[in-house]
């Protein structure tokens, strides 16, 4: 490592110690999902030194990207999601192993992933579906104790980040897209086979104009939900003994 790789570590060493900031840097994560939450996430991750990440979205950046994803500028729009992001990353982090794949999460896909060969697993996929698909692969991944696995749940219609919570998805109480979530299962008996935490919010503001075919939603919101999640990558790491 370099000796400005060295300096970028410097207060994160001084705060978890050389034997925990060894284990970050080895840790292997997937994200699913690299939008409003998930690029906050990847941008945790890496800023916080995990030395391998594989993201995983199948977008382009748009116009409408850019008020709350770590990536999207005016000069990136129309680029692949996973490439602005990647290079993002190592501009942060040269050092580190970031693949990109630019593909999306389904039924179909799933084993291509190859779950069981990353410590953590991160959803942050907007699509019911595939969100639903992705749960129920990870957590029968998690329970055979090969990964761990946390889930976000929707950051839209938010703009109070006191509400913020994290829990076991089953208490999850006042969210829509968890709500949606528990209603397919229920409808397909297909259930997840561990349990997993999620970083939610109970609040759902309206949108006050606009085309209700999508919801409003800001980055202190999203950008929380992402932090939240490598938050608790991070802590399961440094607190591991």
Request: include cysteine; aromatic fraction near 8%; charged fraction near 25%.
């Amino acid at each position: 490592m370099d000796t400005r790789v060295e300096d970028i570590f410097s207060r994160t060493v001084r705060l978890v110690g050389d034997e925990a900031m060894s284990r970050i840097g080895s840790s292997r994560v997937i994200i699913f999902g690299v939008g409003g939450v998930g690029s906050w996430c990847a941008e945790g991750l890496v800023r916080s030194g995990i030395g391998h990440l594989t993201i995983v979205d199948g977008d382009l950046v748009c116009a409408s990207n850019v008020n709350r994803q770590a990536m999207a500028t005016t000069e990136t729009i129309g680029r692949v999601k996973v490439d602005a992001m990647r290079e993002r990353l190592l501009s942060i982090n040269p050092n580190a192993d970031i693949v990109a794949r630019q593909e999306l999460y389904t039924a179909e896909s799933a084993e291509s992933f190859r779950l069981e060969e990353y410590d953590f697993v991160i959803d942050a996929i907007d699509s019911l579906a595939d969100k639903l698909e992705l749960i129920l692969h990870a957590t029968a991944v998690a329970r055979g104790g090969k990964c761990r696995f946390y889930s976000s749940m929707g950051a839209a219609r938010k703009m109070d980040i006191s509400s913020l919570r994290v829990t076991e998805f089953w208490d999850v109480d006042g969210c829509p897209l968890a709500r949606a979530l528990r209603k397919r299962m229920r409808r397909q008996q297909r259930y997840p086979s561990s349990k997993f935490k999620c970083v939610w919010s109970p609040e759902v503001k309206q949108n006050l104009c606009g085309d209700s075919d999508y919801n409003g939603t800001m980055v202190h919101v999203t950008a929380a939900f992402g932090f939240t999640l490598s938050g608790l990558v991070l802590h399961e790491i440094v607190s591991c003994t």
